[in-house]
């Protein structure tokens, strides 16, 4: 339907006046470029205040009409008012002259008992946002601006869905006072629908006007080229962690893309003076190389298993500055910022989830196939790259949640990636209660329940999960137990060998072939009768990072030692990462081999609105699954097939 001219002018006059005083806009706009220091898509703060804060409210009453406004510039200031109001949500809901709904009752904010819901202002800013995009008609008169609004949307609804509910009234009651609750099962998948929707929206709009090529070929001046250049990255990085964890293509084709990385303006300077790659400039890079991993590994064609090393090997070596480094010494001095805590935890987790999601198939193929020896699989390696990322992202957490609680409170992320990290502990306690990595794993699951219980006065994302963290803790408790009071269990395997079932074996090489992946459905009872154990040294060393080869070799022959520290096995004392950092900001720019970090941002958020609202479904088999807490996010690969392993382990645990 095509709305009238009388119809946009109620509509902008209505717009206008949700437009909050200047004292707020400034609190909100505090509140957005603060968190905005670890955050994917914050504009500048020149460019907010100069342009957009400025201008806007520096506009004439008499020329507040529809034909007169910058419906896209306003737009966008809704939004980051909206990311403002969410971040750090006011102590009272301001009472517009002419506002879109009822106010609601304020919530009591000092609570340090329950965790607040979504503050109604947050909504209705929100909302605002998207009445002011629909003036501006982006499809019809696109623009940068508008590109960016649409990103900035997409964010506000990837954060608030772990607060466990989403209206489509804007949080304010209707006229008999219901609140319509938005469920993640929708039809479209709810929420997450929506952040799909627009990012892909934004892709395609980026491109139409050409943000992902070079400006130098239309002799833009260097102000317009850098922000074009900007703006480009930011949608870049948010489209591919988007489809990263949606498990769907990527909205944007890295061969068609030359548009220059933007300058490096929070560039770094060390104690010793030297300049370092800043926080937003690393996850703009970053972005490429998940882009490359994402397009290698997780496409219908299944890479041979010596490319999923050679991906493992890029992830490892990926160059970090040291200022992004964890750093495990509480007497660090100069103390560090929070920012700069959460930005290391960030960075760590973006690496340990993108490893995680690359070797979890692998993973499960081997606890499928040989339980009782999993390092000497010919997919050990995957084993001990998915157990030591379980493993970081756990401990990871520890460093935030004691240190800055209160920004970790709001990094859904970080609890996401805690779930995900326990149920590859559970899996492993479970279904492989006898081997070596089993009773670290059960460590971890007392570690990571007392993280999340510690957390959930104060954390919807660590109360909605808390359950959840629970019930793996207890399966992997039981599952140990009984192994420790009870004969191991015989594999199917060896129940055929004493029932006098013969297998014929090759003579070949140990050596996997280049071929090898993870048995489909159809070959799946065939490869029950591949050879499975094998000689760690012979699991293609050459392949493999020095980190997994030392870690196998750890625990496969050390680890009855009762002293035994994995983390005193890194060669950079206080850190958990696996190579040192590369200090030339040069060194990382404009490599075209790694162009084109799963951050896991929708499994948790799901998995807290279906239990916010009592209605936990289970998961579905085969093709996409929007809805489902743990697969569509935590399953990158499009071919269903290759995880229907690790989606049936999954569903046994009880998601």
Known sequence: MVETPQ????????????LPPWEEAVTLTEAYLAHGRYSWSTL????????????IYAHPKEMRTAPRTCWSGLSLLFAVFALGALFEPPATPPSPPNPLGSPSSPHNLGSNTTPPPIHPTAH?????ARAALALAQPMVKTTATGVL??????QWLEHAQAYGELTMNGGVPGPTGEREIVPAGNVGGGASGWVWAYMGLAARLGTSIGLHLNSARWKLDEQTAQRRSRIFWQLFTHDTWVSFSFGRPPSLNASFIDCALPKDEDEYTNNQGGKELGFHSWTWQYARL???????????????YTMVLDLDRKIRDFPVPSYLQPNCNELEMPSPTQELIIQRFIVLSSKEATLLNLHRTYFAQALREQPHDLLRHRYGPSVMATYRSAWRLIEGLKSPTRRTPGLIARHNIAWSNALSAAIVMCLMVTRAPSSNLATSCMEELVTVEGLFTAASPSCRAAANLLESIKRLRIKGQEALDQSHSSDPLLTPAELDRLGGKTYYIS??????PDSASPATTSDSDASLEEPGPMPTDFIMMDNLHPRIVQDMKAFEFEMSMPTYNLSQQTPYSGSLFDAPPVLDPQAMTQDAGIYGVDLFPFMAERLMQQQYQQQMQQPQHGGEQPAAPIEGAFSPN?????????????EQLGF
């Open 7 to 18: 119809e946009d002018s109620a509509l902008a006059q209505e717009v206008w006046a949700r």
């Open 44 to 55: 500048p703060r020149a460019e907010l205040c100069g342009m957009y804060m400025s201008g």
């Open 124 to 128: 209705a800013y929100f909302r605002t």
């Open 149 to 154: 609004t649409l990103v900035h949307l997409a």
């Open 290 to 304: 998940l882009h490359n991993v994402m397009t290698t590994a997780f496409g219908a064609k299944v890479p041979p």
């Open 507 to 512: 003579g070949g090489s140990c050596i996997a």
């Open 638 to 650: 499009p071919a269903a097939a290759l995880d229907a392993t690790w989606q049936s382990f999954v």
